[in-house]
């Protein structure tokens, strides 16, 4: 079972452009989440999503989009990168909102 | 909102105990968790607490007191391999998850 799944590992991106950072879980959770992890100030939740279809701003969405076509895939799209956008992202999965959450392998981005 | 505290850093023996102190104040609250997390590697759960009390697995304990927004992670028996950064996290209300910075443990030898 591969779990919960990012795409790509690493990316450098130009300011201004756009980027969808993929993820994927195989474990038929309902609730998936978007992290940023930046030094010193831990992980913060950007959106998430309780269920396939809906979707909920954390506490750093600007932006940020996603969305929640089904249960499996949960991307988030930066539509003009900042270079304070640079960061490592952490995607996330539980069966319900009030399970532990399950952390995919992360995404390092970095906005020049 | 949230408001979660925990030190930045500690240093331990090999073979020794640390505590990881953590404190919060919430706008809610459904539980208590912590995670762990080594350099370049996802977070992995640990242990949950939602009542107050003392949660025992193998080397790792953790305790809550609601009343005094606090909880500690214990580490017992500490190997070179818990090297690693913990996070301390809190369910507010709406079932979403706020983190601490989390505290960076050295294990030497």
């Known amino acids: 079972t591969a779990g919960i799944t990012q795409a790509p590992t690493s990316q450098i991106l130009a300011a201004g452009r756009s980027m969808t950072l993929r993820c994927t879980q195989d474990m038929r959770h309902n609730a998936m989440y978007w992290y940023r992890q930046d030094l010193g100030l831990g992980l913060r939740l950007i959106h998430y999503s309780n269920t396939a279809g809906t979707t909920g701003k954390g506490e750093v969405p600007d932006g940020y989009s996603v969305s929640r076509a089904n249960t499996d895939d949960f991307p988030l799209t930066l539509a003009s990168a900042v270079p304070s956008q640079t960061s490592v992202y952490f995607c996330?999965?539980?069966?319900?909102?009030?399970?532990?959450?399950?952390f995919g392998p992360g995404t390092r981005l970095t906005v020049l | 909102g949230q408001n979660i505290d925990q030190p930045t850093e500690m240093t331990a023996t090999e073979g020794a105990i640390v505590q990881i102190n953590c404190t919060y104040q919430t706008s809610g609250f459904n539980g208590l968790f912590w995670y762990q997390q080594h350099a370049g590697e996802a977070p992995t759960f640990l242990s949950y607490?939602?009542?107050?009390g003392l949660e025992e697995k193998g080397r790792f304990s953790s305790f809550l007191s609601r009343s005094k927004g606090y909880s500690y992670l214990l580490l017992k028996e500490l190997q070179m391999k818990d090297s690693a950064s913990y996070l301390c996290?809190?369910?507010?209300?709406?079932?979403?998850?706020?983190f601490g910075a989390g505290t960076t443990v050295t294990v030497r030898a």
């Open positions: 996290a809190v369910r507010d209300g709406d079932y979403k998850l706020s």
């Open positions: 607490n939602v009542l107050d």
């Open positions: 996330a999965s539980s069966p319900s909102g009030n399970n532990e959450q399950f």
